[in-house]
């Protein structure tokens, strides 16, 4: 659809900065500038909510999605087009706008609206909303990156992954909502999921607290959209993207379960051709979430997931997108081909990416959005050497060992050695891989040989941090034992055979912390008391960091304090 963005700047007077600046060192005033959705003077028209993402020094992306007639709701290809105003401002009265301009929405983007508004200035917060019919959204406030040579005293983001509905409440988002020092947050993947009721739902009886909508399997663009919207209507999710910028990656649920480049392994031929139910999931994925597709806020343009984003020169984030490229799951972990170099996990334009965007070393903090583990979990693993002298006489051990989940990096172990090789021969430092999608808690060294970790031919390059679930279900709730029981032993077993692994537990839910310095940087993890309660509280659970030029994890005694 045309999109019209008619950016008028406007002068602010000295009333407007000074209200922006009381707004900026005010909890209360920032409080008060982002109501409950309950109280939005526009949720009549706008019912999902208002969005802001992918920041960069002088711009940022607006989302919002409008129903201008009660037949328009998402997935329908109902309702008039319709032209929607958008406003940025300094100040949470708007008083005096920096920015605004109209967009063009209708049935052909599923009456969302996307933009990107530019010509901001680095390292400021705006406020920011849309108007329709008389009526306006409620209040969005977002956050620019730091200007590219700026150098931050430090950075703060939340941290999440795998958030399904049907398995809880997003307690986790509204405990981030409450903070007033985050950056921004980074959703690792599993946004949304694609099962219809009574799949996989809470614990092992998949019983749902909240049913998905449409109550079937999404595999049609109206299925996918209307699976959107109705994330997007959770108060929790609402209420956090309304107080800072999202930096996304999608992961597999997204467009179904255990995907690869073509195929999926909850994909059937009665569903159709699976490149075109990705094409679809994809297509609502860009109308529905405020990412830049091929480096534009643009819909259609470009389906390009992978990124770059620079906060200054204290850190870069590296988004991957490790399911649209990849080689086809094995079946067998035992089985040798995890480490046949024709297999790729990244595909190779973007391991070209990776690697490039490494080497060039841009900021200290090399930060990267990674959907699954790439540290290694293997059973057992031998050094390199032994792994070459039993495969000249038999040629049955993958190179790193026995695998006990090949839909993540242990399954493409020619792509992993390739950049940990990279990192070690350039000398690549403060190098941090932050995943999702294994509803679990980990801090992990990487090692170039896992068998020989921590010698030097063993040694790590990188580290990793693994945050848990929102809500999916974990060892625990799949063994429905209770928490700290029974996953101990699983623990204890997996962090035996794997040194490298400092830090691993399988049962709490919830989301972390990262906070960057030059100095380290370091995640906090916390735990949600109960999903299945909307008013669920939440508690530390355990810190661990990187120092700076140390590519090792260690624990920390406490939480990262006030900014």
Not at 125 to 151: C, D, I, N, Q, V
Request: hydrophobic share 35%.
């Amino acid at each position: 659809m045309t999109e019209v963005e008619t950016t008028a700047a406007a002068a602010l007077d000295r009333r407007s900065l000074l209200v922006a600046g009381a707004a900026g060192t005010s909890a209360l005033a920032l409080a008060l500038a982002i109501p409950d959705p309950a109280q939005a003077t526009g949720n009549r028209y706008f019912q999902h909510g208002v969005a802001s993402g992918d920041p960069h020094p002088d711009s940022v992306v607006l989302w919002t999605r409008v129903t201008p007639t009660a037949a328009a709701t998402p997935g329908s290809g109902r309702g008039p087009q319709v032209e929607v105003r958008w406003e940025v401002a300094r100040d949470n009265g708007f008083r005096g706008l920096v920015r605004s301009g109209r967009v063009v929405t209708g049935p052909g983007r599923d009456h969302t609206v996307k933009l990107e508004a530019g010509g901001l200035q680095p390292s400021t917060t705006y406020f920011y909303r849309f108007r329709y019919g008389g009526l306006a959204s409620r209040t969005g406030r977002t956050r620019t990156a730091p200007a590219p040579h700026e150098s931050p005293r430090g950075l703060r983001f939340g941290v999440v992954s795998c958030s399904n509905l049907q398995a809880g409440w997003f307690s986790a988002y509204r405990h981030l909502a409450k903070r007033d020092d985050l950056d921004a947050v980074l959703h690792l993947g599993d946004y949304l999921y694609e099962y219809a009721p009574g799949e996989y739902g809470f614990g092992n009886s998949n019983r749902d607290i909240r049913p998905h909508r449409p109550a079937k399997e999404i595999v049609a663009l109206a299925d996918y959209r209307q699976r959107h919207a109705q994330y997007k209507q959770d108060h929790d999710l609402q209420h956090l993207h309304a107080r800072v910028p999202f930096i996304v990656t999608w992961d597999d649920h997204e467009v179904t379960n255990d995907a690869w480049r073509n195929g999926a392994e909850n994909h059937q031929r009665d569903e159709g051709d699976y490149r075109r139910r990705r094409a679809r999931a994809h297509r609502a994925y860009d109308e529905w979430m405020p990412v830049r597709m091929g480096g534009t806020a643009r819909l259609g343009e470009d389906r390009t997931l992978y990124r770059r984003l620079k906060f200054g020169s204290l850190a870069e984030f590296l988004m991957l997108d490790l399911r649209t490229y990849r080689s086809k799951q094995l079946e067998l972990p035992a089985d040798p081909d995890v480490s046949d170099p024709d297999r790729t996990i990244a595909g190779d334009a973007q391991m070209r990416w990776l690697k490039d965007s490494l080497r060039a070393d841009r900021t200290q903090w090399k930060l990267v959005g990674n959907s699954v583990m790439i540290a290694p979990v293997v059973f057992p693993p031998f050094p390199n050497d032994v792994t070459s002298a039993v495969n000249d006489v038999t040629g049955l051990l993958p190179d790193d060992g026995v695998p006990y989940n090949v839909d993540q990096w242990d399954g493409y172990t020619a792509d992993r050695r390739e950049l940990l090789r990279l990192l070690a021969d350039h000398g690549i430092r403060d190098t941090v891989f932050l995943t999702g999608d294994i509803h679990s808690s980990w801090a992990c060294d990487l090692p170039l040989d896992a068998g020989t970790y921590p010698t030097e031919d063993g040694r790590s390059v990188a580290t990793e941090m693994v945050c848990t679930s929102v809500t999916s279900n974990n060892l625990n709730d799949i063994t429905n034992t209770p928490p700290r029981t029974t996953s101990l032993a699983v623990e204890a077993a997996i962090q035996a055979s794997n040194r490298h692994v400092k830090y691993l537990n399988f049962d709490d839910h919830g989301y972390s912390v990262l906070d960057v310095t030059s100095e380290r940087t370091q995640m906090d993890y916390y735990k949600i008391s109960d999903r299945r309660d909307r008013n669920a509280s939440s508690h530390l659970t355990a810190s661990w960091a990187t120092e700076a030029n140390s590519q090792s994890v260690h624990p920390v005694d406490s939480p990262v304090g006030d900014r």
